[in-house]
């Protein structure tokens, strides 16, 4: 952005907001899940405009949870041997994500 503005060259900053989704507590799960998991499926989550968590009603989130499975079903018959999905760049981030996914479940049987 410095060397932009001192030479007047246009510029577009991201601002790494890391994409929150804010659910209301009248939403239509079903309808949310659908949005949600498009926008997170599209280059297997791997573009800056993919939703990065979601702040759901109390007592919601395994409603979601089941919604987001039963969408995911409709998207993809089967996700993880699908030529046609994006798979994560390299084993690298394979375990960041399988730890990621671990830290969460690990949080869910505490709250």
Do not use: W
Not at 67 to 73: M, N, T
Not at 82 to 99: A, G
């Amino acid at each position: 952005m410095k060397a932009a503005s001192e030479n007047l060259v246009p510029v577009t900053l991201e601002l790494g907001g890391k994409s929150p989704v804010i659910v209301d507590e009248d939403a239509n799960l079903s309808e949310v899940a659908k949005k949600v998991m498009r926008g997170k499926t599209m280059n297997a989550g791997q573009i800056c405009l993919a939703p990065d968590y979601l702040m759901l009603p109390k007592g919601k989130s395994k409603e979601f949870a089941n919604a987001s499975s039963e969408v995911i079903g409709e998207m993809f018959e089967d996700l993880k041997y699908n030529e046609d999905y994006t798979s994560v760049i390299n084993e690298k981030h394979y375990e960041r994500i399988n730890e990621l996914v671990a830290d969460a479940k690990e949080k869910e049987l505490r709250y």
